[in-house]
């Protein structure tokens, strides 16, 4: 069946360090995106690609870096300047008019 | 940054009543879309919308985009155990894959 592949479920990091979180789709969807949720709060977007070799900067895109060398992968590096990391990050990916289809999520927490 | 306000932010309620949230913005959407999560996984898609003054319905889910394309209502009827989660509105402009605005969410929470 075709879906969105987030890996790992769960990730933790220590202050300082550099984590790169895994998406990977099999639907053929030209756009991808990432997304954080935090409690209480609905999803805000960090970075979006519509197509191969590029992609652009969402609402809070300080902190992370992506990159998008195939159609099937969009992986998402959250760096040490991401001053609150700890956080839900959801991938989402898009074809034409069409809803968005969003992986299960990787859990980050620094320790 | 456009901003939908999403309401009730909870809904505790009795199993087999009807349920109604709504989401509000001042910006014009040219999609507007219905999700529902559950704990620690990703938002599944119940309702997509895509005219002013579209009304649709999947099962006991009805969804209509507002004619003014500002405000959205999602409405579950004989809500069951299953219903529970967190339902969130999500509006897309267009013209680009420049990504969702989403509401804050509307927790339901059934008791039996």
């Known amino acids: 069946d075709g879906g969105i592949t987030q890996s790992p479920k769960y990730l933790f990091r220590k202050e300082g360090q550099n984590v790169t979180l895994s998406c990977e789709q099999n639907l053929n969807h030209d756009a991808m995106y990432w997304y954080r949720q935090d409690p209480g709060q609905g999803l805000r977007l960090i970075y979006y690609s519509q197509i191969v070799n590029d992609f652009q900067k969402g609402d809070i895109a300080e902190g992370y870096s992506v990159s998008r060398e195939k159609k099937e992968s969009f992986p998402l590096t959250v760096t040490s300047a991401q001053k609150n990391p700890t956080a839900f990050y959801l991938c989402?990916?898009?074809?034409?008019?069409?809803?968005?289809?969003f992986g299960s999520g990787t859990r980050l927490t620094v320790v | 940054g456009q901003q939908l306000n999403q309401s009730p932010q909870s809904m505790f309620i009795q199993e087999g009543e009807d349920v109604s949230m709504n989401c509000t913005s001042s910006s014009i959407f040219n999609t507007w879309l219905w999700y529902k999560q559950d704990p620690g996984e990703g938002p599944v898609l119940l309702i997509a919308l895509y005219k002013a003054g579209e009304l649709t319905s999947n099962g006991r889910l009805t969804a209509q985009f507002g004619i003014t394309r500002k405000d959205s209502f999602l409405n579950i009827s004989a809500s069951i155990p299953s219903d529970v989660g967190i339902y969130f509105c999500a509006g897309r402009t267009g013209g680009g894959a420049d990504g969702l605005t989403f509401g804050k969410g509307t927790h339901l929470i059934i008791q039996p």
């Open positions: 989402a990916s898009r074809q034409a008019a069409y809803g968005y289809t």
